[in-house]
């Protein structure tokens, strides 16, 4: 006897994947719509100019090709996740040159770093964490006061005093501490935040940093070659960014609470993909 002919097995498959088309599409669409729409939260990479995370090279992750290199000693140890910039508090430094993109005169900007101190200050030297700040030509410093206290400076004139600037309070020895200076250009506002929490802040009229291109380094400002007191801070420093924007306090929080590369997150991504695997579940849970 002759098996009848199944006519409606495939065709029947195939209008269940064209079925499925038209949600998949609204999906993505909806995705797309999420990711543009106005006043959507910029990814941390957005504005980032330059991210140095320590892991056994001064490479700069961002691949913008401000790559440091390591002067006088300085070398690697392990950090909270992989590897850190290690520093004598004398004359280690990360040197990164002098690129003009780092100058940020004019623009709000943003500096963060992860901190291990294993010195206290000694009372009359102000160390640099990351700065755009030699013996001339200074623009910028997030650094370590003479006192102890968390500090960020600037600087319009390209001397060795800053004319605005913001402390915080003193930071902890043999702790990792995540440090960040904030400078909103249209309000001139200065902050500086400790683990995700805002520490200080200084408001005044907006200051064009020194405009000169000028050398940024990571670990000493000003003078380098340990002469006339260090101005090298002592311990570990990782994961320095610098950005050509300002961070908001929930960014800035998001930065504290994870190390390395600040990877964006696909919030609109997962949305959609979550929403596409509850339709397709639901499908195959009418099918069967």
Do not use: C, K
């Amino acid at each position: 006897m002759q098996r009848p002919v199944q006519r409606n097995r495939y065709p029947r498959r195939r209008a269940a994947v064209g079925a499925r088309r038209p949600l998949l599409l609204a999906v993505l669409s909806a995705a797309s719509l999420l990711a543009a729409r106005p006043g959507a939260a910029a990814p941390l990479t957005s504005g980032l100019l330059a991210f140095w995370e320590a892991n056994t090279s001064a490479v700069d992750a961002t691949g913008n090709g401000h790559d440091g290199t390591l002067r006088n000693g300085a070398s690697f140890a392990p950090s909270q996740a992989g590897q850190a910039f290690a520093l004598d508090g004398f004359n280690d430094y990360v040197d990164i040159g002098a690129p003009s993109d780092l100058v940020l005169s004019g623009t709000s900007f943003t500096l963060s770093a992860w901190v291990y101190l294993t010195a206290s200050a000694d009372g009359s030297t102000d160390e640099g964490i990351v700065s755009r700040y030699p013996a001339s030509g200074g623009g910028w410093i997030l650094g370590r006061w003479r006192s102890g206290n968390l500090w960020f400076g600037l600087d319009s004139n390209g001397t060795w005093s800053p004319e605005r600037g913001a402390q915080g309070g003193v930071l902890p020895l043999n702790t990792w501490t995540h440090v960040t200076a904030v400078y909103e250009h249209t309000t001139g506002t200065i902050r500086v935040y400790r683990n995700g929490a805002l520490d200080g802040t200084n408001t005044g009229a907006p200051i064009t940093v020194y405009p000169a291109a000028s050398r940024v380094s990571i670990g000493a400002w000003y003078n380098y070659d340990g002469t006339a007191g260090a101005q090298a801070v002592p311990g570990l420093v990782d994961d320095v960014g610098i950005w050509n924007r300002a961070l908001s306090p929930s960014e800035i929080a998001q930065l504290a609470a994870t190390t390395g590369f600040p990877v964006p997150e696909p919030r609109a991504l997962l949305l959609a993909l979550g929403a596409l695997a509850l339709a397709l579940g639901r499908s195959r849970h009418r099918r069967s």
